[in-house]
């Protein structure tokens, strides 16, 4: 079966993306889900979280990339000024994107609210736009700063109050 053979309603309609899901081998199906969608994917060498929260009234769409960690001053002064400079032109660039967290790690957030009901295609681009954005400074991070360890908990976004 071809899109040609579904109704012009059914090919130009977007599946709210709250209602996709997997079943136990795998294959995509639609379900009545509620709550957000997370998922998380690899970006040059370092992991980018992200959680989608899809309704009839509104759609937002949460990206967290690590970039790397700020060196401490006792691993290497001049390396700790560097990485830090870094973080200040990507965080002047990308409009306050960019942050240190208390354990040093550098992450960048995006966080927007689409049209809803959210397509595949516009979600897509955003994190496309996220990433293209983000490239740049990722590199120069790791170029000079430190890998994040592997043994980090994943990060988990906070419950938003109902």
Not at 18 to 45: M, N, Q, S
Not at 74 to 94: C, F, M, P
């Amino acid at each position: 079966m071809t899109t040609a053979e579904f109704s012009d309603e059914v090919t130009h309609r977007p599946i709210p993306l709250h209602r996709l899901g997997k079943d136990a081998e795998g294959r995509v199906i639609l379900r009545e889900r509620k709550g957000p969608v997370r998922f998380e994917f690899t970006y040059l060498g370092q992991t980018v979280h992200g959680e989608i929260e899809d309704s009839e009234t509104h759609s937002r769409l949460r990206l967290r990339a690590e970039l790397g960690r700020v060196p401490y001053s006792a691993e290497s002064k001049d390396w700790r000024q560097n990485v830090l400079a870094i973080v200040e032109a990507a965080n002047e660039a990308l409009k306050g994107a960019v942050r240190v967290a208390p354990d040093q790690r550098i992450v960048a957030v995006y966080d927007d609210e689409l049209l809803s009901p959210m397509s595949g295609a516009m979600m897509i681009g955003a994190i496309a736009q996220f990433l293209i954005h983000i490239r740049p400074y990722l590199e120069l991070v790791l170029m000079i700063a430190p890998r994040v360890r592997k043994t980090r908990i994943p990060f988990t976004f906070p419950k938003q109050a109902a």
